[in-house]
């Protein structure tokens, strides 16, 4: 005899259960499947043996499976999956009535209850499908709306799940700040006057890391030479110094260089710089001094010339042959090595500031740090001052005689103005000890080197910054 029941059951995870039930009859494991859906309704047929074992078969009641078990993929089911326990049978009839002489009512009860088996399946099986009416469009075709309709349920689902995610970690986020901001609101009363002076410190940071004298572009690149000809490129930027305006920030003539323009210089001359002079219109090498500095350097000698670019005003200033200095518009271009009465034997001109990429941010942050590479220095008396040949750092380290014996540099204004005054030192608490101090110095800035320690010089060195190599 066979009950009336569902021949399936199904169950979701609790985080704890491994003893799921079925409620009915299986002859042999065979007769079982056993499904596992995620949490996106994936369907995965388990393995006996691998995944689950079966408690007992031929019990009229049915019986249990035990899942997972030690090796199995999957773990305890957790509340967002299922698994489905299913009786499956062979669709067949094995037993020969006709054969027998007497009717074998065990094996009649046997039939009829595998057929009420089948039934149940089957019965099962068509409550799940779709019915379409006479005349009405196909079932394919409906199977088919009905499957795009699914996957797009499907999809928005799944987006709305990982919205809801994304959107749960940030208002956890949010409570953890707004816990942060209550313990901490006497200390932001004042927030609007702290945003005031950000802002203001932004934009004072604005205006003084703006662009110019540089070049912006150079798709056909910035310089070509041949002999004593030197060439600028067709299409080349250039932002000219033009002063400041009235809020301070940077004042530039952009400058596009409409076709290659060449120009010859004196064989004769002995040339360190190339610039682009708008007024001439062409770029050349400069023959005299050229100088970086907010302080006003002395006019250029008698048969000399210098030109002189101030970065507090903005502008480019010439003095040729004792003239005073006056207003010139020019862009700096690059070095150029060349030797009296040669050709030009090397030009290096700028980089375009497109040429630099967010990846080379690493090399360029490290071009202050100090490099392998030094010199050592000869220790005169205290008070001795040191002109750094390059951008580096200056190292001293004394050993102490005694307590409050001191080693200390005072770094000095030099003619390049802009550079400023830096004090650093250490002072010994007690004999045998090791007083060093180090200072970060820029090509041509002087220090003064103090010291008292009376013991001996352990390192008096120089040591050159990565960019300079």
């Known amino acids: 005899m066979i009950y009336d029941i569902l021949p399936v059951n199904s169950y979701r ?104 088996r089948l039934i149940q399946i089957l019965a099962r099986k068509l409550k799940l499908c779709l019915t379409v009416e006479p005349g009405e469009v196909t079932s394919s075709e409906l199977i088919n709306s009905m499957d795009k309709k699914l996957q797009a349920t499907i999809k928005y689902t ?29 200390k932001v009363s004042n927030l609007d006057n702290y945003m005031n002076s950000v802002d203001s410190s932004i934009d004072k940071l604005a205006k003084k890391f703006q662009l110019t004298n540089c070049v912006l572009e150079a798709p056909n690149g910035v310089l070509e030479w041949e002999a004593c000809t030197i060439t600028v490129k067709q299409d080349v930027k250039l932002l000219i110094p033009d002063g400041r305006n009235d809020d301070n920030s940077l004042k530039t003539i952009e400058k596009v260089i409409p076709n290659d323009i060449s120009h010859a210089i004196n064989k004769q001359d002995v040339v360190y710089h190339i610039f682009w002079f708008d007024d001439l219109n062409y770029a050349t090498a400069w023959v005299g001094q050229y100088i970086i500095s907010e302080r006003t350097p002395a006019v250029a000698a008698k048969n000399s010339s210098i030109i002189w670019y101030d970065p507090k005003t903005n502008y480019y200033r010439k003095s040729q042959n004792e003239s005073a200095y006056e207003i010139i518009y020019a862009c700096y271009l690059g070095k150029i090595v060349k030797t009296a009465g040669k050709d030009i034997s090397s030009i290096n001109p700028v980089d375009p500031l497109n040429f630099l990429k967010r990846s080379d941010s690493t090399d360029i942050s490290g071009w202050g740090l100090p490099s392998g590479q030094s ?47 830096l004090l650093v030192g250490d002072n010994s608490p007690s004999s045998n000890h090791l007083a060093y101090c180090f200072m970060p110095m820029l090509e041509g800035q002087n220090t003064q080197v103090f010291y008292d320690a009376a013991g001996s010089t352990t390192a008096f060195r120089f040591v050159f910054n990565e960019g300079t190599m």
């Open 13 to 116: 995870g609790n985080g704890n259960a491994t003893k799921f039930d079925f409620d009915f009859y299986i002859e042999n494991e065979q007769q079982l499947n056993v499904f596992h859906f995620d949490k996106y309704d994936s369907k995965t047929k388990l393995e006996l043996g691998v995944d689950y074992t079966i408690n007992e078969i031929k019990n009229k009641n049915g019986s249990y499976i035990n899942f997972p078990i030690t090796g199995s993929y999957y773990g305890v089911l957790s509340e967002n999956e299922k698994i489905s326990i299913e009786l499956t049978l062979p669709i067949s009839q094995e037993t020969q009535y006709n054969n027998s002489s007497l009717l074998n009512l065990e094996a009649l009860e046997y039939s009829l209850d595998y057929l009420t």
């Open 158 to 186: 799944k987006d709305i799940d990982k919205i809801f995610n994304e959107f749960s970690s940030q208002y956890e986020k949010f409570l953890q700040y707004e816990e942060i901001l209550e313990a901490n609101i006497d």
């Open 375 to 421: 010199i050592g220095l000869s220790l005169g008396a205290s008070g001795m001052t040191f002109k750094a040949p390059k951008n580096g750092w200056l190292i001293l380290a004394k050993n102490a005689t005694g307590p409050s014996q001191y080693v200390q540099f005072n770094g000095q204004n030099s003619s390049l103005g802009y550079r400023n005054n």
